[in-house]
């Protein structure tokens, strides 16, 4: 498939999933209790090991091979900027910039979010800034329970705080976003189409250069917690 031929997630399910809400208040309702894996222990702390402590705190969550953090960490020089992703293949890979000229505000972790997510929410300080930038949309209606809005996690990200913001190409994702914070928050949380002038990832960049409407939500979880 060549760079600028992307396509939008090909799913038979055309609007929020009929099932998303009782799953969210399920998850609301309930603790998740899945046991957190020493390697996503260890990478919190490393996560937060560079930190001041006083610097406030930016999640670049599902970061990939990372250009979003060091924009991020570009852009807000006086915060401490996380990148996390689970692989470490895209971690590794080549960065815009020489190493020299990487920002110092910043560190890469690989971890799974499923646990990362829950550590920060019960150790880590709140966050100022969260980004969850074009993740999987798992489309295919079968694998909602993939999708972070009816992911059992979901509770924890809402408590972590700060402004949220979920951008995707695909509409649906972020309008099951939008519906499983509403009812977290018990308030509406809009959600909106916009032109990536300057792309802030790698995806963004393929699927605004493909023609593809993107979708945002902004949320402040500020009192969330
Ligand atoms: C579609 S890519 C988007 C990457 C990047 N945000 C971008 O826009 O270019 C989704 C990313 O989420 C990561 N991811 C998916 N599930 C994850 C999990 N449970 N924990 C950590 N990273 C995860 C994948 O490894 C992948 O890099």
């Known amino acids: 498939m060549s760079y600028a031929n992307s396509r939008i997630p090909a799913s038979a399910q055309q609007g929020v999933h009929e099932r998303l809400a009782a799953r969210v208040r399920t998850h609301l309702e309930h603790p998740f209790r899945k046991p957190v894996a020493d390697c996503n222990r260890a990478a919190h702390a490393r996560a937060l090991a560079g930190w001041d402590g006083r610097a406030p705190l930016i999640l670049d969550a599902g970061c990939g091979v990372g250009h979003s953090t060091i924009e991020l960490a570009r852009t807000f020089p006086d915060h401490w900027v996380i990148g996390v992703d689970q692989s470490e293949e895209r971690l590794q890979r080549r960065k815009p910039y020489p190493a020299a000229l990487l920002p110092d505000n910043m560190v890469f972790v690989r971890a799974d979010l499923v646990d990362f997510w829950r550590l920060?929410?019960?150790?880590?300080?709140?966050?100022?800034?969260?980004?969850?930038?074009?993740?999987?949309?798992?489309?295919?209606?079968?694998?909602?329970?993939?999708?972070?809005?009816?992911?059992?996690?979901?509770?924890?990200?809402?408590?972590?705080?700060?402004?949220?913001?979920?951008?995707?190409?695909?509409?649906?994702?972020?309008?099951?976003?939008?519906?499983?914070?509403?009812?977290?928050?018990?308030?509406?949380?809009?959600?909106?189409?916009?032109?990536?002038?300057?792309?802030?990832?790698?995806?963004?960049?393929?699927?605004?250069?493909?023609?593809?409407?993107?979708?945002?939500?902004?949320?402040?979880?500020?009192?969330?917690?």
Do not use: M
């Open 120 to 225: 920060l929410a019960e150790n880590g300080p709140r966050l100022a800034r969260h980004y969850i930038l074009y993740p999987n949309p798992w489309p295919k209606i079968g694998h909602l329970g993939r999708r972070w809005p009816a992911h059992p996690v979901f509770p924890f990200i809402c408590r972590l705080g700060g402004t949220l913001e979920c951008r995707s190409n695909w509409a649906v994702y972020v309008a099951e976003f939008a519906l499983a914070l509403e009812l977290a928050l018990g308030r509406a949380v809009p959600w909106e189409t916009f032109a990536a002038e300057q792309a802030l990832t790698p995806f963004e960049r393929k699927y605004r250069d493909s023609g593809q409407t993107l979708y945002r939500l902004c949320a402040d979880l500020g009192a969330a917690r």
